[in-house]
């Protein structure tokens, strides 16, 4: 199953392999700490989907801190999977994505002064904002997700907008396990384990993504109604030291695992 196929919301998600999808920003936040052409984040995803990734994610920022125009012409052009391109819902991303017209779009709030991603889209909040670029971009053929943390009210709010997709913001679970703070990770899981839920009876797909690793997302993997993961700065970290091809095909093999787990009524 390619990026961006629907599981069918209430289908049997134990017999779905899951997908990996993987983020190339921080291949570009190297090669700009240098300036230059080295290393060049096109052809770390094709390595990428070479070792097992399903498709690749990239997030073109305001401020060109990492991903740049030219990078997302080439993995266009240039890759033989789905393009995820990561965007603020502003009009100049809205005009740069229908001009380029990626497979997926993942609408995700940003702020110049923040390193990363910090929490969710406010979809309850921001409805009025994000209607018409959901609308736009669905409308051009582009599969839209939402970015949202694993709320009831955030999940409902994005159904309310027809887009096909949300994305958990995991983070804040994988932190409190980072942190030995076990009563937040418990209570995080419970919110992803329940909003997945929700989400499929809703009729949207469910992804994550965030600050997962071998171990969380091996954990996550295993519950059925999420269908694609989307990892970059932990993979991009770990390929330091064994390989960009070597971190892609363990992290395949602990997806695996996990969904197997699942499959065999281990979750």
């Given at each position: 199953m390619s990026a961006g196929q629907t599981n069918p919301a209430g289908g049997d998600g134990r017999t779905a392999p899951i997908r990996l999808g993987i983020n190339i920003d921080h291949v570009a936040t190297l090669r700009n700490a240098r300036g230059g052409a080295h290393p060049d984040p096109v052809s770390a995803a094709k390595l990428a989907v070479e070792a097992g990734a399903d498709n690749i994610?990239?997030?073109?920022?305001?401020?060109?801190?990492?991903?740049?125009?030219?990078?997302?012409?080439?993995?266009?052009?240039?890759?033989?999977?789905?393009?995820?391109?990561?965007?603020?819902?502003?009009?100049?991303?809205?005009?740069?994505?229908?001009?380029?017209?990626?497979?997926?779009?993942?609408?995700?709030?940003?702020?110049?002064?923040?390193r990363t991603t910090e929490g969710g889209l406010d979809v309850v909040a921001q409805h009025n904002v994000l209607a018409p670029v959901v609308a736009e971009l669905g409308a051009a053929g582009i599969r839209v997700s939402l970015f949202i943390a694993a709320e009831r009210l955030q999940i409902e709010a994005a159904s309310r907008l027809r887009s096909?997709?949300?994305?958990?913001?995991?983070?804040?679970?994988?932190?409190?396990?980072?942190?030995?703070?076990?009563?937040?990770?418990?209570?995080?899981?419970?919110?992803?384990?329940?909003?997945?839920?929700?989400?499929?009876?809703?009729?949207?797909?469910?992804?994550?993504?965030?600050?997962?690793?071998?171990?969380?997302?091996?954990?996550?993997?295993?519950?059925?109604?999420?269908?694609?993961?989307?990892?970059?700065?932990?993979?991009?970290?770990?390929?330091?030291f064994g390989g960009l091809s070597e971190s892609v095909r363990r992290m395949r093999e602990a997806m695996s695992k996990g969904r197997a787990a699942n499959m065999s009524g281990g979750a």
């Open positions: 994610t990239a997030h073109l920022r305001e401020d060109r801190r990492h991903i740049r125009d030219d990078d997302i012409a080439r993995l266009i052009a240039e890759l033989e999977c789905p393009l995820n391109l990561e965007m603020a819902a502003t009009s100049e991303m809205q005009e740069i994505a229908l001009k380029a017209k990626p497979h997926a779009a993942c609408l995700v709030p940003e702020k110049r002064e923040e096909p997709a949300i994305e958990f913001h995991v983070g804040p679970w994988c932190d409190a396990l980072t942190d030995g703070r076990n009563d937040d990770a418990k209570a995080e899981w419970h919110s992803i384990r329940d909003g997945a839920r929700i989400a499929r009876d809703l009729g949207l797909e469910v992804h994550a993504g965030h600050g997962l690793n071998y171990a969380t997302a091996e954990t996550i993997a295993a519950l059925p109604e999420i269908v694609e993961l989307n990892i970059g700065h932990f993979i991009v970290g770990d390929a330091v």
